[in-house]
């Protein structure tokens, strides 16, 4: 239920949304078209650059019913029946691209990559108009710098500082009464640190100790776009 406001005069009766299963879905289709390419311009040093373009047909939706007041128990309300179906349609794009280098005399290698990803959602006529707002769920930048080293031939030290860019998702509302209660769907960028410190024993045995995310004491990661429930983050 959304709740309504007893202070506001403009706030109508409380709201219930109820799911109703469909007997018609079909699957979900997409067509995938892939390109790469991968080249050791010298033996320790290797590229590899891939691009990528998915279309996507028949996706899973929940398309709004007509609202029904029901007046039949202690507390009125509207009823809001949302039925699944197959409204929605895609495409989606991106590159990716690495890039490794081994270090001389086995001392480690320097990793480097970075994605670029860009998705389009198209609702049918009757479809929930939600399914635009899910297009910055994939965040358009991401990134990360990895460096394995050989401190000794039993110790070895990783260092891995990643990048993930913003999320600027517009937010879908039943009404602005509904407002306080629907949670921020912005995701801030953020940049963290994964380290990592391994000691050989044998061959068959190694001890190591890791510490993740040590830039901040959390941060969020993703949020429910369907279902709007308090985001929790990521320590």
Not at 57 to 79: F, K, M, N, Q
């Amino acid at each position: 239920f959304f709740p309504s406001q007893p202070d506001d005069p403009d706030a109508g009766p409380p709201i219930g949304i109820f799911f109703r299963g469909e007997g018609g879905i079909a699957s979900e289709k997409m067509r995938a078209y892939e390109l790469g390419y991968r080249t050791h311009p010298i033996d320790a040093l290797l590229f590899d650059f891939a691009a990528y373009y998915n279309d996507y047909d028949d996706l899973r939706s929940v398309d709004l019913g007509t609202l029904e007041p029901r007046i039949d128990g202690p507390t009125p309300y509207v009823a809001n029946p949302l039925r699944t179906d197959n409204s929605m349609t895609a495409d989606a794009h991106g590159i990716e691209m690495a890039a490794e280098w081994q270090l001389a005399k086995k001392r480690g290698r320097l990793r480097a990559a970075y994605t670029y990803s860009s998705l389009d959602i198209d609702v049918r006529e009757g479809g929930l108009l939600d399914g635009p707002a899910s297009e910055s769920v994939p965040p358009t930048h991401q990134g990360y710098i990895w460096s394995s080293l050989n401190l000794s031939p039993v110790l070895q030290l990783d260092a891995i500082m990643r990048y993930v860019g913003e999320i600027n998702a517009p937010a879908w509302t039943a009404g602005p009464q509904y407002n306080p209660y629907l949670p921020d769907r912005n995701i801030d960028s953020y940049f963290e640190l994964d380290l990592r410190l391994a000691w050989r024993l044998t061959p068959r045995v190694e001890l190591d100790i890791n510490g993740q995310n040590l830039l901040a004491a959390h941060h969020a990661e993703f949020v429910d776009f369907f279902i709007d429930t308090r985001p929790s983050e990521t320590q």
